[in-house]
């Protein structure tokens, strides 16, 4: 079983810029989709942006499009979002979370988070 481990997260002032990083345990990203997530207290988690198994197609949600960026290193088996132009409204905690089937599914599941099964543990961004 795949484990997903993210980090870089932090408290930053709003304009700022942060880069998480999820390491796989194992060479999951030419079979799997890859998603970054997030949760603000009190509300749903929802998708944020991914990429998927060809490493080129790549979606983001609406609140973060032309402010985030998601990427691979394949060698690393890491994924990274880099974030700027940071919100105090992109507070939360971020997820990144992987699945075989999520993006073959339709745009209505590529960013659902009942697609995925397999999350880290999360690593939390403040922005102020």
């Known amino acids: 079983h795949v484990q997903l481990v993210e980090s870089g997260g932090g408290s930053v002032q709003a304009g700022g810029s942060l880069t998480l990083s999820c390491a796989a345990s194992g060479n999951i990203f030419n079979t799997h989709c890859v998603a970054w997530f997030r949760q603000a207290p009190g509300k749903e988690r929802e998708g944020v942006a991914v990429?998927?198994?060809?490493?080129?197609?790549?979606y983001y949600d609406d609140s973060v499009k032309g402010r985030f960026t998601i990427s691979r290193d394949n060698a690393k088996n890491t994924v990274y979002l880099q974030m700027n132009s940071l919100l105090p409204e992109d507070t939360a905690m971020y997820y990144c979370?992987?699945?075989?089937?999520?993006?073959?599914?339709?745009?209505?599941?590529?960013?659902?988070?009942?697609?995925?099964?397999?999350w880290g543990q999360g690593t939390q961004v403040t922005v102020s």
């Open positions: 990429i998927y198994t060809d490493g080129v197609t790549i």
């Open positions: 979370a992987e699945d075989r089937f999520a993006c073959l599914k339709g745009q209505n599941s590529r960013l659902d988070r009942n697609e995925y099964k397999v």
